[in-house]
């Protein structure tokens, strides 16, 4: 449990000039689980500057008109290592002078809703088996599905502040705070928050646990923001380079609208738009992948799941979501809306 004392390694410099470069890059999107390389790069830099933050990176297509050679070689090596690791891959790479060197491989961090994509797509091509399948999806993962979308007939009439990079998926509305020890206290007395930060850092944590969402000016997908909200199963925007923060202000400046800490705004971490105010959002629906993964736990599981419920909405939901009965009833809930309760007692 000390980690690693001292590590000595040749390296390689990705910061020698405009044939030079570095990245981050998966083998299927992080967010969404679609199949194609998902990163970012930079020209004439090192990897701490593209995972930092410190300056936006352009997307790995682009690499493509850049560096023709290296990207040919690049997209090569991963589809040798997805296929190698059945597992979508989460990579570092350099390029000096126009070479490519591999860093790193690791098994990507990705969201409930990509980690069922890709467990089903793999499943589909041959590559993983169906408990494989199954045991590659987090339960509390799976959490993340059956969280709020924004009302579509809501979002028609929401006014669009901005746009950033849609970092990790899910609706979230809250008030703006700045800062994590502010977020810990409003949190603390009920209220939904939004972090809104220029970049966020390991210090910000305690903030980013408790917010509904996290809004960051600078840094791309693969930023500390982006990376730490995935891994939360948070809504994310990053990148949002509209953003005037002024911290000792307590303010945000987005293209000529000041808002004040306390104002409420709504990102959409799937498409990475920002909307003044609240937003209404509406439950999740259990359909496509995640339904074909449902049925293929019932078809290997051992215990069936009863459901907590006390009302009828409650018991049609579950009902839904594939629980067989009702297990445990409190009546004396049952009696809780309108006027009822009063009759009652």
């Not at 929401?158 to 609706?171: C, F, H, I, Q, Y």
């Not at 990376?227 to 990148?239: F, L, N």
């Not at 799941?305 to 594939?322: Q, Y």
Request: aromatic residues 6%.
């Amino acid at each position: 449990d000390w980690g690693t004392a001292v590590n000595v390694q040749t390296m390689v410099f990705g910061n020698n000039g405009d044939t030079s470069g570095t990245g981050v890059a998966f083998t299927r999107n992080p967010s969404t689980g679609e199949k194609g390389i998902f990163g970012e790069y930079l020209i004439n830099a090192q990897g701490e500057d593209v995972v930092a933050g410190v300056r936006t990176p352009m997307p790995i297509a682009q690499m493509e008109q850049e560096f023709p050679e290296a990207y040919a070689e690049f997209i090569k090596v991963c589809e040798t290592l997805e296929n190698h690791y059945h597992d979508m891959q989460d990579m570092e790479f350099t390029v000096q002078e126009g070479k490519l060197w591999f860093l790193q491989t690791r098994n990507g961090k990705r969201t409930g809703a990509a980690m069922v994509k890709i467990a089903m797509d793999l499943l589909h091509q041959g590559m993983i088996d169906e408990k494989t399948a199954l045991m590659r999806c987090e339960p509390n993962k799976l959490d993340e599905l059956l969280h709020p979308v924004f009302d579509k007939t809501a979002l028609k009439q929401a006014k669009v502040l901005t746009r950033g990079l849609p970092a990790s998926p899910g609706a979230a509305t809250g008030q703006i705070v700045f800062f994590a020890d502010d977020a810990a206290e409003w949190h603390a007395a009920g209220k939904r928050i939004i972090m809104v930060r220029i970049e966020t850092s390991p210090e910000d944590l305690a903030g980013m646990a408790v917010a509904e969402g996290i809004l960051t000016a600078r840094g791309g997908m693969t930023s500390h923001a982006a990376v730490v909200a995935r891994g939360m199963g948070k809504c994310c925007v990053s990148g949002a380079g509209a953003l005037n923060i002024d911290y000792k202000a307590r303010t945000v400046e987005i293209d000529g609208v000041l808002l004040k800490e306390g104002d409420y705004i709504s990102l959409n971490g799937s498409t990475g738009v920002v909307y003044k105010g609240q937003v209404e959002t509406k439950a999740a629906e259990l359909s496509g992948d995640f339904a074909e993964l449902m049925d293929l736990a019932d078809k290997y599981t051992k215990l069936q799941v009863r459901t907590n419920a006390d009302t009828p909405h409650d018991a049609a939901v579950a009902r839904n979501f594939g629980a067989v009965g009702i297990g445990l009833c409190r009546t004396e809930h049952m009696f809780f809306e309108g006027e009822k309760i009063k009759a009652m007692r």
